[in-house]
């Protein structure tokens, strides 16, 4: 009996790895063409640091005419949630990043190296197993729970490093015989890798982050195949890698120490290792403290939360880029009008460790996003939003004609109106201009420097019976508000109250914000000439009517 008929004994059905290897063959690319994936477990929602890997691997391979791939890892099946691969597959597309092969629905997917799911490959794993097993490379292993419980304690008392290794490592001595005998009996066993590594020699290994890097070779024999037939992640890792052709492995920093591992999975399975880039986590402050950003305390580590919030996915790309690459601030100043794909986006120019996550950063990168949009776009992303998360804000937006004058305030010109980072803000920052609303809502007027009723009914009145009309040209409308100020004894110009503060009580913009703040109930509107225009005569002259009583 050799390790071949013990490899046979244990997987008797499993194919040849050629079958496989064949199956998938290099793919065919240009020179520097980079393959990656985005390679989650469907354990719960997408963590934005997910998203970010996801972009990170996106952008290389889009940049290099490449594929990006998704690989849905389902392994461990106790941790899989209902609906984890929809998610996952949505959160891409909502993200405008939906894979080039992989899974596209819960149960679909397309490309030649699949199937990208691993909980449907448990075949070919078999099969690398029973190549590893006919080698020598791999071994069953029958230690029991209890027994592996008892080796780690006892490793506790000697004070020596735990784990499934050298001395301890106590079915890796068993003669192809015995272990054949085990099997034959119908005792249950897992696959163990027998590593060839020495803790006490040392690997170099260059990761595209990270720089060089130097670890202790592996020598655990850690288990490949667990006891429920399907892989462990090193293993499907080195397997699927491999098989799907992937050139650059660009995945969560929390797995470099891993890499003497893989490498050494990578060597003896006889594969061509890939490159690895290691990305460091976003991270968030804490009352000072840096720490992960995390899926239990903050609400925006789920990518779902800039869905729910309306954060244009646009806007959270422009972010993430942000913090992959820090000369992507001064290019996209240089550049605004281009598309982010035209970004020289470098892997190796990502930082090795984690960057802060700043909400202010993001949202007004937001501001700028939604600043660069149409009317009709802005109208379009607030309505989709709002049908789903904002019934109030859907009826407002029911009128579009109307709306998209409101929307359209300030906006399509040089210096568009930048007040609205997220569809969550749309119904705050438009409903003053809405009558049935606004009409019918008790305002608190604060009037900033004029306060006296007496003087503002005095202002308004004025106003509306000798200066307001829709004046079709600003010029004309503000020299009237000009002239309501002279009238009432207010400086017609600020230029020239500022020489001389004390010839009167204030100046044309005062009489300005009693006006503004009479029709809007705000301090802070876009600009309040198109505002007028847009509400109409009549509803400006029942607003400042309204201010008057
Ligand atoms: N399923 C692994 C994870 O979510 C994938 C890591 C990798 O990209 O290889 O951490």
């Not at 998704?70 to 959160?91: A, F």
């Not at 097993?133 to 304690?153: D, H, M, N, V």
């Not at 969560?252 to 399975?269: G, I, T």
Request: with cysteine.
């Amino acid at each position: 009996m050799d390790y071949k008929d013990l490899a046979d004994l244990i997987f008797p059905n499993a194919k040849d790895i050629s079958y496989y290897e064949e199956k998938y063959p290099e793919r065919n690319l240009s020179e520097g063409a980079v393959v990656s994936r985005f390679a989650p477990s469907p354990t719960g929602f997408v963590h934005i640091g997910g998203l970010y890997q996801a972009l990170v691997a996106r952008e290389i391979t889009k940049k290099t005419n490449g594929v990006f791939f998704l690989r849905v890892e389902d392994t461990d099946q106790k941790r899989e949630v209902e609906n984890g691969v929809i998610g996952i597959v949505n959160s891409l597309k909502d993200f405008d990043m939906a894979p080039d092969e992989g899974m596209v629905t819960e149960t679909e997917e397309v490309g030649n190296y699949g199937p990208y799911k691993q909980s449907l490959r448990k075949d070919i794993y078999q099969a690398y197993a029973k190549y590893l097993l006919s080698q020598g490379k791999a071994y069953p292993c029958f230690c029991t729970p209890e027994e592996g419980e008892e080796i780690r304690k006892k490793q506790e008392a000697a004070k020596v490093r735990p784990g499934y290794y050298g001395v301890w490592a106590k079915c890796r001595n068993l003669t192809v015989e015995e272990a054949a005998e085990k099997i034959k009996n119908g005792e249950k066993c897992i696959i163990r890798f027998k590593s060839p590594g020495r803790e006490d020699r040392k690997i170099k290994h260059h990761d595209i982050i990270k720089g060089n890097v130097d670890f202790p070779e592996n020598d655990q024999d850690i288990v490949i195949i667990k006891a429920d037939g399907l892989p462990t992640y090193h293993f499907a890792h080195a397997v699927d890698d491999h098989l799907m052709r992937t050139t650059h492995v660009i995945r969560s920093d929390e797995w470099l120490s891993s890499v003497p591992l893989h490498l050494q999975l990578f060597h003896e399975l006889g594969f061509k290792a890939p490159k690895y880039a290691h990305i460091a986590p976003i991270m968030k402050n804490d009352n000072g403290n840096k720490r992960k950003l995390s899926k239990r305390k903050d609400p925006e580590a789920a990518v779902n939360y800039y869905k729910e919030e309306g954060v244009p996915p646009l806007a959270v790309k422009e972010y993430l880029l942000n913090i992959a690459n820090s000369n992507f601030e001064n290019w996209r100043r240089a550049n605004q009008d281009k598309s982010i794909d035209e970004f020289d986006f470098q892997l190796n120019k990502m930082s090795v460790s984690g960057a802060l996550f700043d909400m202010v950063k993001l949202l007004d990168i937001g501001k700028t996003v939604i600043s660069k949009m149409s009317a009709e776009e802005v109208y379009d992303k607030s309505l989709e939003w709002a049908k789903e998360y904002d019934k109030e804000l859907e009826d407002m937006l029911e009128n579009k004609e109307y709306s998209l004058k409101v929307l359209g305030i300030e906006r399509g010109n040089k210096k568009p109106r930048k007040d609205i980072s997220k569809w969550a803000e749309v119904k705050n920052n438009i409903i003053y201009m809405y009558d049935d609303k606004f009409l019918n809502e008790d305002i608190e007027y604060d009037y900033a420097k004029i306060s006296s009723n007496e003087e503002i009914n005095k202002i308004l009145k004025l106003y509306i019976e000798e200066y307001f009309d829709i004046d079709h040209d600003k010029e004309t409308w503000f020299n009237k508000i000009k002239d309501l100020a002279e009238k009432t004894g207010y400086a017609r110009e600020v230029k020239e109250f500022k020489k001389e503060p004390e010839k009167w009580p204030g100046h044309v913009g005062d009489i300005s914000t009693v006006i503004r703040v009479a029709l809007t109930g705000r301090q802070n509107t876009p600009d309040m000439y198109e505002i007028m225009q847009v509400l109409g005569k009549e509803s400006v002259i029942k607003r400042l009517e309204k201010a008057m009583k």
